[in-house]
C-alpha cells in the first residue's frame, strides 16, 4: 500500500482542487492507497473541508485533527505514525508539487531505492526566496553529511524500514528529509515539476526559512562548534602574537596613540564574534531544553478513518 501523507495549515483556499487532482492521481496508477491529512491547527475551514472529503472517500481518506498548530514536520511524523503504507510519499497542501509526480517517486522506489527526494526542474518562487533556498543548501551540505539536492521540496518518498527508524525517534525538533537521509540504506532523488502557488499564502518567510536552517543545522551536525571553537583558538594566537609585538613596540619605539582605532575596531569585530558564539551556543543548549522537558510533539484531536 502507498501512504500520501500531508500537511494541512490554514489551506482553505486550495483544498478542493487538491482533492480533484490527487484523488484522481492516485486512482490511475492502480495500486492500494491511503491519504493521511493532518491538520495542523488551521484557523479557516480546513479541518470542516477536510472531514468532508473523509465522508466522500472514507476508504482511502484518513484525517488527524491536531489540537494546535504543531509545524509541518511535526504533522508529518503524526502522519507517519498513523500510516500503514510499504511506502509513505510526503506532499505539500499547496499543489505547488503536482499530485501527478508521486508516480515518479513510487516506480523510483520499485528500483530498490528506500528514500527517494525530488528535485524541482524549474523552481515557480520568487528570486529571493529561491537565492536564499540555494544558499542555505550549500551551507548545509558544507557542515553536515547530509547530501540533498533540493531540501525545501517536500515531495518524497520513503520505505517502511525508514519510517519505523523514524518513528522510534523522540526528537522533538527535526528536519523529517533529513532524518530520513540519515536512516536510509540507498537513496536516490528524481527531477519533478513544480507549479506556482494558485491559492493562499506560503508558510515560510524570509525568518521561517533561516530559523529551519538553524534547526537542520545545530539537530545534526557538531560542525559550527567544532568551527567556532577553532576560530577561537586562532584569535587566542593572533591577540597573543598582537600584544607581544605592541609591548615590544611601546619598549623601542615609546608609547603612542596612533594605532588606537585599530584596536577598537579589533575590540568590536572579537566582542561581535563572541556575540554570535553565544548565539551558537544556545541554540544548541536550546534543544537540550526542549528534549529534557518530555513535552508531547504534538497533540491529537481526533482521528477521522473508515472506522469513525
Not at 43 to 58: F, G, K, M, T, V
Not at 158 to 180: G, H, K, M, W
Amino acid at each position: 500500500m502507498i501512504s500520501v501523507i500531508i500537511p494541512v495549515f490554514n489551506e482553505e483556499a486550495g483544498l478542493p482542487r487538491l482533492f480533484e487532482r490527487l484523488y484522481k492521481a492516485m486512482d490511475e496508477l492502480g495500486e492500494p492507497y491511503e491519504i493521511v491529512f493532518v491538520n495542523d491547527g488551521s484557523r479557516d475551514r480546513s479541518a470542516a473541508l477536510l472531514s468532508e472529503q473523509h465522508q466522500r472517500r472514507p476508504d482511502v481518506t484518513v484525517v488527524i485533527l491536531l489540537a494546535v498548530n504543531a509545524g509541518q514536520h511535526m504533522a508529518i511524523l503524526a502522519g507517519f505514525e498513523r500510516c500503514v503504507g510499504d511506502i509513505a510519499v510526503t506532499l505539500d497542501a499547496d499543489l505547488q508539487n503536482p499530485p501527478e509526480e508521486i508516480g515518479k517517486l513510487i516506480d523510483k522506489m520499485r528500483e530498490g531505492h528506500d528514500y527517494v527526494g525530488s528535485i524541482r526542474r524549474k523552481r515557480r518562487d520568487s528570486w529571493l526566496r529561491t537565492w536564499a533556498s540555494k544558499g542555505m543548501n550549500r551551507v548545509r551540505d558544507r557542515i553536515t553529511k547530509i547530501r540533498i539536492t533540493d531540501q525545501g521540496n517536500m515531495l518524497r518518498a520513503y520505505a517502511r524500514p525508514v519510517i519505523d527508524a523514524i518513528n522510534r525517534c523522540q526528537e522533538v525538533s527535526t528536519f523529517v528529509p533529513a532524518l530520513a537521509y540519515t536512516f536510509a540504506r540507498n537513496p536516490a532523488e528524481v527531477v519533478v515539476e513544480h507549479e506556482e502557488r494558485t491559492a493562499g499564502v506560503s508558510k515560510y518567510s524570509l525568518y521561517s526559512l533561516v530559523r529551519l536552517n538553524f534547526d537542520l543545522t545545530t539537530g545534526f551536525s557538531l560542525v559550527p562548534l567544532q568551527w567556532f571553537s577553532m576560530f577561537g583558538f586562532v584569535i587566542s594566537i593572533g591577540s597573543a602574537v598582537l600584544f607581544l609585538l605592541l609591548l615590544l613596540r611601546r619598549v623601542v619605539v615609546g608609547p603612542e596613540a596612533e594605532g588606537l582605532f585599530t584596536l577598537f575596531a579589533l575590540m568590536f569585530f572579537l566582542i561581535g564574534m563572541s556575540l554570535f558564539g553565544i548565539g551558537l551556543l544556545g541554540e544548541y543548549v536550546g534543544r537540550i531544553y526542549l528534549q529534557v522537558r518530555h513535552r508531547p510533539r504534538y497533540v491529537v484531536e481526533a482521528i477521522l478513518d473508515k472506522d469513525t
